[in-house]
C-alpha cells in the first residue's frame, strides 16, 4: 500500500531531551516535507527537501532540523525540545518537487514538550 | 511563504444545504490551488485541486472555482451530508496553507 509513514504518533517529553520523528514514503517521491498544526494557524511547513541531499528552510524553521540521505526517509530533529515545540507534526510527501503536485501526508506525530 | 487568508474559520450547515469556502493569497504568479479535507484525529487528504489555466473544476458534490485577477478562490460543497463535517484547507503550492475552516453539518 502506498503510504507516508510516521513514528511515533505520540510523543512526549522534557524540555532539553533530543529527539527524533521519522517519516518514510514508499512512493519513490523525490519531494518530502514537514508541518505543524496548531489551533487557529493552520499548517505551517518547517522544512523540505526536493530530493536527496537538498534540504531547504519551510517558514518556522527555528528549533528543528532535517535531514534527507535516502529518498525514502526524512526525519525531523529537534536537538532540544522547548514547550513551544509542543504540536502535531506532519510528514508529506509528493511525486515531483514542483509546486502543483499533490502532497500525500503521514498519520502525524502529536508532540508533547514539559 | 505566502500569505494565504481563509473564511469563514467556522462554519455550520442544515444536511442537504450547500458550503462555500473562501480563500485569498498574494501572490500573482501562484498557479496550484488544492484543498485538503481533514477528519478528526486523522490526517489532511486531497479532495480536489485547481491550477491557474482552469477557472472551475467540479468533482460530484464539490467543485473549485480560481479567480486569477482577484486572487481568490472559493470550495463548493452542494447537498452537504454529515460525513462533510470536518475541517477544511485550502493552499496555495505546496508551501501555503490557510488556517482552516471547521465545517459542522448539522442532521
Known amino acids: 500500500e502506498a503510504q507516508v509513514t510516521q513514528n511515533p504518533r505520540y510523543l512526549i517529553t522534557v524540555t532539553g531531551k533530543k529527539l527524533t520523528v521519522t517519516c518514510s514514503q514508499n512512493?519513490?517521491?523525490?519531494?518530502m516535507s514537514w508541518y505543524r498544526q496548531d489551533p487557529g494557524l493552520g499548517l505551517r511547513q518547517i522544512y523540505y527537501?526536493?530530493?536527496?541531499?537538498?534540504?531547504d528552510k519551510g517558514d518556522v524553521p527555528e528549533g528543528y532540523k532535517v535531514s534527507r540521505k535516502e529518498k525514502r526517509n526524512f526525519p525531523l530533529i529537534l536537538e532540544s525540545p522547548s514547550p513551544n515545540q509542543t504540536s502535531l507534526y506532519f510528514c508529506?510527501?509528493?511525486?515531483?518537487?514542483?509546486?502543483?503536485?499533490?502532497?500525500?501526508f503521514g498519520n502525524g506525530t502529536r508532540l508533547t514538550v514539559t | 511563504g505566502e500569505n494565504v487568508e481563509q473564511h469563514p474559520s467556522t462554519l455550520s450547515v442544515q444536511e442537504g444545504d450547500s458550503a462555500v469556502i473562501k480563500c485569498t493569497y498574494s501572490?500573482?504568479?501562484?498557479?496550484?490551488f488544492p484543498w485538503y479535507k481533514q477528519e478528526l484525529g486523522k490526517r489532511p487528504q486531497l479532495i480536489i485541486d485547481?491550477?491557474?489555466?482552469?477557472g472551475e473544476k467540479k468533482d460530484q458534490r464539490i467543485a473549485v472555482t480560481l479567480n486569477k485577477t482577484a486572487k481568490h478562490f472559493s470550495l463548493h460543497i452542494t447537498e452537504t451530508q454529515p460525513e462533510d463535517s470536518a475541517v477544511y484547507f485550502c493552499?496555495?503550492?505546496?508551501?501555503?496553507f490557510g488556517a482552516g475552516t471547521t465545517v459542522t453539518v448539522r442532521a
Open positions: 508529506a510527501s509528493s511525486l515531483g518537487g514542483d509546486v502543483s503536485s499533490p502532497l500525500h
Open positions: 512512493m519513490n517521491h523525490e519531494y
Open positions: 527537501s526536493m530530493n536527496v541531499e537538498v534540504t
Open positions: 501572490d500573482s504568479a501562484s498557479n496550484y
Open positions: 485547481i491550477r491557474s489555466n482552469v
Open positions: 493552499a496555495v503550492n505546496k508551501l501555503s
